[in-house]
């Protein structure tokens, strides 16, 4: 049974998403696509130009490297995780049943999702993206 999303949202804004991460085992194919899809969405949200983020950029996470990458290209000044600038990119990619979820936060703010597999096999999303402020 999937928690109610909004559920999830609230309790990760209280904690500060304290875990930062990609705790889902999705396939290195599942993480890029979803980390697309979420610099996609982030942008609506948190303007490039505008919007100075700070990640650790060590981290060899599959979702966050592309993540890092679509952000960049897409204007974002993006920060190592120890800078005192910047507003900190926290993530978490989980599994909830037979579903994904991405949670991306930046300071109180916070994006989440879900992605199933369908039928065919692809990746696609299950639901809106729903936005905590």
């Known amino acids: 049974m999937i928690r109610p999303l ?3 949202i609230a309790l990760c804004t209280l904690a500060g998403c304290a875990h930062t991460g990609n705790f889902s085992k999705a396939s290195t194919t599942d993480s890029e696509l979803m980390a697309r899809d979420t610099a996609r969405a982030m942008k609506v949200t948190w303007p490039p130009g505008h919007t100075m983020l700070k990640a650790d950029l060590k981290s ?3 979702f ?3 993540l890092i990458a679509n ?3 897409s204007g974002y000044a993006i920060e190592p995780s120890t800078s005192r600038a910047g507003s900190e990119l926290r993530y978490v990619v989980d599994r909830v049943d037979d579903a994904y979820r991405v949670t991306v936060a930046v300071d109180d703010h916070s994006l989440s999702r879900l992605y199933q597999h369908r039928a065919n096999g692809q990746l696609s999303p299950a639901s809106a993206w729903s936005r905590q402020e």
Request: proline share 0%.
């Open 60 to 62: 060899t996470d599959a």
């Open 6 to 8: 909004s559920l999830t």
């Open 64 to 66: 966050l490297g592309v």
């Open 71 to 73: 952000l960049q290209a």
